[in-house]
């Protein structure tokens, strides 16, 4: 998470504090040009970043005896600002094609034999570039003109067989109360507006926790009970708060490229889209998870954002079954004879960050990347 670099107002003190603190370089840029007016800016990050990666299971089988191995791996969606060079499968045999509302899944259906080594799983190499949105909400849509379809379709419970409770929930007696009252306090009907609010009131209200020894996603109830959560939960809280109000919400599914002193790493992740009439065919990212201290930095960066790092595998359809499919990992039978091992692999390479640029906000709302 970049960290807030400085807040520019236009007033003597400031200006005052801000010669004293060693910034003394940064005050010729700090003030809009004829416009009396300041602005918030970031530290430089990457905006671009290309990579390829390499994600699936390597399967081992020892002994005597027939098995059959199914794994459906979703192909990498084009990113939001980017391309994808080149895809291919590791193992291009006993396969077909799934779509399912956009999202392409390549489904292996494996017969085998006795002892074997093979490897099912996806290659790409990929160029991505930060997806942002102005928060001036311009051109955005008042919640009673979203088209009804996407409402039916993406405004109601959704969760699997083996939850104990909606994992999407904007029914919930909780989560209805409080995204009523944040509608009502934003005193007006506009979807990007109220959506903002919502995002401003998670932050304020939650802090992301991963929830050791759990390996089912939270239902959002007990989110909104707990106050923490990982970003499958958080993002869930949030999905079922915007549908709670109106607003078409959906999960999207994926890998968060992160840095650390062994170098890159690709992570599951799970984020948020919510339909305001701008942004991809009228949706906007959210990035739940973050974990800074300032909602309003989490805001500017998060809200409407998708980075360079976020890579996209599987966009939610607002189902049951596309939740379920989401989730579904590999499976296999075999006879008493031969034993067969899965291990999971995610591996990053060639990993270049472009385009170091600086996240800057104006007081309209206005966001923009300056070198």
């Not at 602005?39 to 390597?58: C, D, K, M, R």
């Not at 060639?350 to 104006?362: A, F, H, M, P, S």
Request: charged share 15%; hydrophobic share 35%; aromatic share 10%.
């Amino acid at each position: 998470m970049r960290t807030q670099l400085y807040l520019v107002v236009i007033s003597a003190f400031l200006v005052t504090i801000l010669l004293f603190s060693g910034c003394l370089e940064q005050i010729g840029d700090m003030f809009g040009k004829g416009s009396g007016s300041g602005f918030i800016q970031y530290e430089a990050a990457p905006t671009s970043l290309s990579y390829s990666i390499s994600y699936g299971y390597n399967v081992t089988s020892t002994g005597t005896g027939s098995y059959s191995v199914t794994y459906f791996c979703p192909l990498p969606h084009s990113p939001l600002s980017g391309e994808i060079v080149n895809a291919s499968l590791f193992y291009p045999h006993e396969y077909s094609e799934v779509v399912e509302n956009g999202n392409t899944l390549v489904k292996w259906v494996v017969k085998g034999e006795d002892s074997n080594e093979y490897t099912l799983g996806v290659h790409a190499e990929m160029v991505v570039n930060t997806f942002m949105v102005d928060l001036t909400g311009q051109s955005t849509l008042d919640i009673p003109n979203i088209p009804p379809n996407l409402v039916t379709q993406y405004c109601h419970k959704q969760s699997i067989n083996s939850s104990s409770a909606p994992l999407i929930d904007p029914v919930d007696n909780g989560i209805l109360s409080i995204a009523l009252s944040i509608k009502n306090s934003v005193q007006t009907d506009n979807s990007f507006d109220v959506a903002k609010e919502v995002f401003l009131w998670l932050k304020n209200n939650t802090s992301y926790k991963t929830h050791e020894g759990k390996t089912m996603v939270q239902p959002a109830s007990e989110t909104l009970h707990l106050k923490t959560g990982d970003c499958d939960d958080l993002s869930f809280l949030y999905i079922s708060l915007c549908r709670a109000a109106g607003i078409p919400a959906r999960f999207v599914k994926g890998y968060l490229i992160e840095k650390d002193a062994a170098g890159f790493h690709a992570v599951p992740h799970a984020w948020a889209e919510v339909f305001v009439g701008i942004g991809n065919n009228g949706w906007i990212p959210v990035e739940c998870a973050g974990n800074g201290d300032d909602a309003v930095a989490e805001m500017h960066q998060n809200f409407g954002v998708e980075d360079a790092y976020h890579l996209r595998l599987f966009v939610d359809d607002g189902s049951n079954s596309s939740m379920e499919l989401s989730l579904i990992g590999p499976s296999w039978e075999y006879q008493p004879n031969v034993d067969v091992h899965l291990s999971k692999f995610t591996f990053l390479n060639d990993v270049v960050e472009l385009n170091q640029k600086k996240l800057t906000v104006y007081p309209d709302g206005r966001r923009v990347y300056l070198q």
